[in-house]
């Protein structure tokens, strides 16, 4: 099994740029969840999902998007990029939620100019 | 705001010497995650420990909670300079509002020095 991959690893994008952040998993996991991580900020949730069809709000959420067509798969969709979304962003799965065991992937750098 | 707060933020030992971590947080939980980082890197998971457990081992680590004070501590003994990485801590929070939201705290900065 891959696990939790992402892509793309790094990416560049001036202000008021769109771009998808992809995550997939192997695992036939049901919950998936993105997050940012900022220096000295830890990391903070932005959405979830709890199955196909069904996504939710986390602490960060304004200025993304989600949706979740298939099981594998939860991109990350930002609308028009601002600076202040210059940050690392870790998608992580689990079997059913977050009270289990969480598989994350290895990040995308987003560098906002 | 932060469900979890670590600490001490950095922690420099030798190698040998047992780490110790620390973690607050504000509400009840349904349990406590304990992950590492190493730089540039995902998270990898080390621990879980529930809300009606008090202390759990896993190899070389060991982790304690006390729901009454609302705090969990992860010792790593005879530490090793692999060990270097970020250590985070993670809260699943009680109550139906809370579903599927897991917290992180900052992080500790573990160094170990061979």
């Known amino acids: 099994n891959a696990g939790v991959t992402q892509t793309p690893k790094f990416q560049v994008l001036k202000t008021g740029q769109s771009m998808t952040l992809q995550c997939a998993q192997d695992?036939?996991?049901?919950?998936m969840s993105w997050y940012r991580q900022d220096p000295g900020m830890g990391l903070r949730l932005i959405h979830y999902?709890?199955?196909?069809?069904?996504?939710d709000q986390g602490e960060v959420p304004n200025g993304y998007n989600v949706s979740r067509s298939t099981t594998e798969d939860f991109p990350l969709r930002l609308l028009s990029a601002a600076p202040s979304q210059t940050s690392v962003y870790f998608c992580?799965?689990?079997?059913?939620?977050?009270?289990?065991?969480?598989?994350f992937g290895p990040g995308t750098r987003l560098l906002v100019l | 705001s932060q469900q979890g707060e670590e600490d001490p933020q950095a922690l420099s030992i030798q190698e040998g010497e047992n780490a110790t971590m620390n973690c607050s947080y504000k509400t009840s939980i349904n349990n406590l995650q304990w992950y590492r980082q190493n730089s540039g890197r995902g998270l990898v998971h080390l621990i879980l420990?529930?809300?009606?457990?008090r202390e759990k081992h896993s190899g070389r680590l060991r982790v304690t909670l006390d729901t009454s004070k609302k705090s969990s501590s992860l010792l790593i003994t005879a530490s090793r300079a692999a060990d270097t990485a970020s250590y985070f801590c993670?809260?699943?929070?009680?109550?139906?509002?809370?579903?599927?939201?897991?917290?992180f705290g900052q992080g500790t900065i573990l160094t170990v020095h061979p």
């Open positions: 992580a799965s689990s079997v059913t939620g977050s009270r289990e065991t969480q598989y």
């Open positions: 695992m036939n996991h049901e919950y």
């Open positions: 999902s709890v199955g196909a069809g069904i996504t």
């Open positions: 420990i529930r809300s009606n457990e």
């Open positions: 993670a809260t699943d929070a009680a109550g139906g509002t809370s579903y599927g939201k897991l917290t």
